[in-house]
Antibody, heavy 121, light 108 residues
């Protein structure tokens, strides 16, 4: 069974950097795409980025390109989402997701528990 | 980018009733790339249907989906108390993946 376990909540100030994580287990990490979905308070779901751990090939939504960086560390089966300079508008719940064994053009059948990021001065 | 528009925004029904949720796309795509998710308060979304009409593992058969081209429908045949939640459609055939804005299904 695929499990995605995310890092805990983070409280940051505007301009600070942040890296949140998602550890995958129950499968061969390098073979399943893994990505991130944002949910702002009281709002809907937005797909941000996805990466293939096998070769670190990443794809970004145009809305998030240049704003965040997705990466992986295969040695510890972990994906990351990183900000260099946070803004108050980055306040949201971030979900780690995976389309599983069926590959890139598949729905997200596995979700992490979410990481709440709060950016406030 | 494919824009998905769900209707209605809120649907108020009673347990036992039938729910019909709509998802309309800004351009046509293959129905094999349409999914529906359910999200309850304080929880991560859960995959309900994929390929427009195939139920994900463990999803009861009161959930069904249909549609093609630009118009897709999620139907819940007889609402159970645990079905009251927010539902999202998503297309996963083109980049960027996009979600509808959600339909909130509330108890009448």
């Amino acid at each position: 069974e695929v499990q995605l376990v995310q890092s805990g909540a983070a409280v940051k100030k505007p301009g600070e950097s942040l890296k949140i994580s998602c550890m995958g287990s129950g499968y061969i990490f390098s073979t399943y795409w893994i990505g991130w979905v944002r949910q702002m308070p009281g709002k809907g779901l937005e797909w941000m980025a996805i990466i293939y751990p096998g070769d670190s090939h990443a794809r970004y939504s145009p809305s998030f390109q240049g704003q965040v960086t997705i990466s992986v560390d295969k040695s510890i089966s972990t994906a990351y989402l990183q900000w260099r300079s946070l803004k108050a508008s980055d306040t949201a719940m971030y979900y780690c997701v995976s389309p599983g064994r069926d590959g890139y053009n598949s729905p997200f059948d596995s979700w992490g528990q979410g990481t709440l990021v709060t950016v406030s001065s | 980018e494919i824009v998905l528009t769900q209707s209605p925004d809120t649907l108020s029904l009673s347990p036992g009733e039938r729910a019909t949720l709509s998802c309309r796309a800004s351009q046509s795509f293959s129905n094999i790339y349409l999914a529906w998710y359910q999200q309850k308060p304080g929880q991560a979304p859960r995959l309900l249907l994929y390929a427009a009409s195939s139920r994900a593992t463990g999803i009861p058969d009161r959930f069904s989906g249909s549609g093609s081209g630009t118009d897709f429908t999620l139907t819940i045949s007889r609402l159970e108390p645990e079905d009251f939640a927010v539902y999202y459609c998503q297309q996963y055939g083109s980049s960027p993946r996009t979600f509808g804005q959600g339909t909130r299904l509330e108890i009448k």
